[in-house]
Nanobody, 114 residues
Framework: QVQLVESGGDLVQPGGSLRLSCAAS????????MGWYRQAPGKERELVAT????????NYADSVKGRFTISRDNGKNTVYLQMNNLKSEDTAVYYC???????WGQGTQVTVSS
């Protein structure tokens, strides 16, 4: 079955960095565009970034442009989200998403606080 397992969430100070990983299984990873979403307490889930099947095309929410980088390793069936210069408003549960199959991971908590 399709599985997306996120990891890498943590408590980090403002200005810090984290790298999230999403390990995929149960489908042909190289055939699907992938995305990262996030949901903060009391807010709707929002798109953070997407990446095409080859990784050649990426898109970002305006709020994270220049700070976050999405990438993928098709040999390892893994998609990453490198987050730099983190801000308190980045605090949320981050979800990995298979765009074509519309399948979500379970999420990983990122908390940015001093």
């Amino acid at each position: 079955q399709v599985q997306l397992v996120e990891s890498g969430g943590d408590l980090v100070q403002p200005g810090g960095s984290l790298r999230l990983s999403c390990a995929a299984s149960g489908f042909t990873f190289v055939s699907y565009a992938m995305g990262w979403y996030r949901q903060a307490p009391g807010k709707e889930r929002e798109l953070v970034a997407t990446i095409s099947t080859t990784g050649a095309i990426t898109n970002y929410a305006d709020s994270v442009k220049g700070r976050f980088t999405i990438s993928r390793d098709n040999g390892k069936n893994t998609v990453y989200l490198q987050m730099n210069n983190l801000k308190s408003e980045d605090t949320a549960v981050y979800y990995c998403f298979n765009i074509g199959l519309r399948h979500w991971g379970q999420g990983t908590q990122v908390t940015v606080s001093s």
